[in-house]
């Protein structure tokens, strides 16, 4: 099977229906949190995630947006967002993502995979290092674990005593391109698909992953969306003008 992997969307509309026109057919659909908070669509974007998902997991600005968290811990400009947010949402799309449970999940009849928003031991822990990843990697059995969070897409690799950082190479900028990892037997991942909504790697276009049981493939995806479109409602939602600057950023 094929199951396309969508993490920190943020309400970004028109990187989610890009990244799904991009991914074509797959057989299911796994979205690791964060659906909302920091764009302009909200509600849009809940309601095609509600209608695709077999699988969600809660991220942070999920709990901040659906009320189930205060925004206490955010910057000022994650916090505006999140009230803007928690004001626009409907009922039943805050009643839906108050519900969203907390990760790690096991997709079923996939006992090789787990879902998480941060680390799968601590959902607020942001995994960037390898020094993140040991203790995860070290103390489950599973061979492929999804991660979010960070909004930087690649992960980590262990085999035994060898580890590695896991980098798509890309050569281009505003074009679709995508990078294949090989799964080899004895490999353990931990693999973050990258944001869809507000990537941080300093390559603005919309990132998602795409795992092929059947082949042991795990292809990453990096797509252009309509930047201007997306920027735009930001700033007519009166959202904070930096929300806007970061997306062209990718950072
Ligand atoms: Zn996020």
Known sequence: MRAL????IHGNLEALNAALAAAGEVDAVWNLGDVVGYGASPNEVIEIVRAKAQYNVRGNHDRVCCGLASAAGFNPVARAAA???RKELTEANREWLAAV?????????????????GSPLNE?????TMRDAWAPLQ????????????HLQGGFMQKNEEWRELKPQYSKKNEA???????QDGM????????????????????????DTDAKTIVFHRVPYDLTAAQGRILMAGLPEKLAARLFEGR
């Open 188 to 211: 353990r991942f931990l693999i973050n698909p990258g944001s869809i909504g507000q990537p941080r790697d300093n390559d603005w276009r919309a990132g998602f992953a795409v795992y």
């Open 177 to 183: 391109e995508s990078w294949t990892l090989e799964a």
């Open 5 to 8: 992997v969508l993490s920190d």
């Open 139 to 150: 103390q489950s059995g599973i061979v492929v674990t999804f991660i979010g969070h960070t």
């Open 83 to 85: 009230e803007w947010t």
């Open 101 to 117: 449970p907390k990760g790690p999940l096991m997709p079923e009849g996939l006992p090789q995979v787990a879902l998480a928003h």
């Open 124 to 128: 607020d822990q942001y995994i960037i």
